[in-house]
T-cell receptor, first 109, second 114 residues
Framework: TQLLEQSPQFLSIQEGENLTVYCNSS?????LQWYRQEPGEGPVLLVT?????EVKKLKRLTFQFGDARKDSSLHITAAQPGDTGLYLC?????????FGAGTTVTVRA | DAEITQSPRHKITETGRQVTLACHQT?????MFWYRQDLGHGLRLIHY???????NKGEVSDGYSVSRSNTEDLPLTLESAASSQTSVYFC?????????????FGEGSRLTVL
């Protein structure tokens, strides 16, 4: 059983459209991270959210941590082909990270 | 620049053979981790270490072992490779200067067991 459930599993959109990826759990976490992974490479950290209700922005990417610290979302505005990749959420579990299965995002030009 | 490197990047082996995947980091991080990545499962933790001579089992540790004799290296050994261990393996590290468990990943080692 996956500690973190990510949805959708796959997402294909046209350049310029918006998209949202969700990460949900029944557990409360002290922090949650989002990573992006490109083919043939390791995941790269995008952001860490710590406080319930926290919203962080990274250019066109907006990350939100749920009030109860059980869920998070990643919203991309005006997606570009360079946003294509596997997006992974990961929860802090006693100094170890537990990962969701990921959402594969494809942005078509 | 500090980095984390894995070798080999690709390996094909036969069932029953012993395989060792190397991981070397120059961040001087205390914490090092091995994950495997399979379709539909995301990244699953195999073993981890919080310092020299410290090793711990993760959620999928059966058939794998690690040793930590220095800060820089955490080799992963498959004692007797099985087809179920065909996967992409990622080494990662974290330590001082990062928020708790933020990880820096290597580029991965793709292992095929025939």
């Amino acid at each position: 059983t996956q500690l973190l459930e990510q949805s959708p599993q796959f997402l294909s959109i046209q350049e310029g459209e918006n998209l949202t990826v969700y990460c949900n759990s029944s557990s409360v976490f002290s922090s949650l991270q989002w990573y992006r992974q490109e083919p043939g490479e390791g995941p790269v950290l995008l952001v860490t959210v710590v406080t319930g209700g926290e919203v962080k922005k990274l250019k066109r990417l907006t990350f939100q941590f749920g009030d109860a610290r059980k869920d998070s979302s990643l919203h991309i505005t005006a997606a570009q082909p360079g946003d294509t990749g596997l997006y992974l959420c990961a929860a802090d579990n006693d100094y170890k990270l537990s990962f969701g299965a990921g959402t594969t995002v494809t942005v078509r030009a | 620049d500090a980095e984390i490197t894995q070798s080999p990047r690709h390996k094909i082996t036969e069932t029953g053979r012993q395989v060792t995947l190397a991981c070397h980091q120059t961040w001087n991080h205390n914490n090092m981790f091995w994950y495997r990545q399979d379709l539909g499962h995301g990244l699953r933790l195999i073993h981890y270490s919080y310092g020299v001579q410290d090793t711990n089992k993760g959620e999928v540790s059966d058939g794998y072992s690690v040793s930590r004799s220095n800060t820089e290296d955490l080799p992963l050994t498959l004692e007797s490779a099985a087809s179920s261990q065909t996967s992409v393996y990622f080494c990662a590290s974290s330590g001082p200067g990062t928020y708790r468990s933020e990880l820096f990943f290597g580029e991965g080692s793709r292992l095929t067991v025939l």
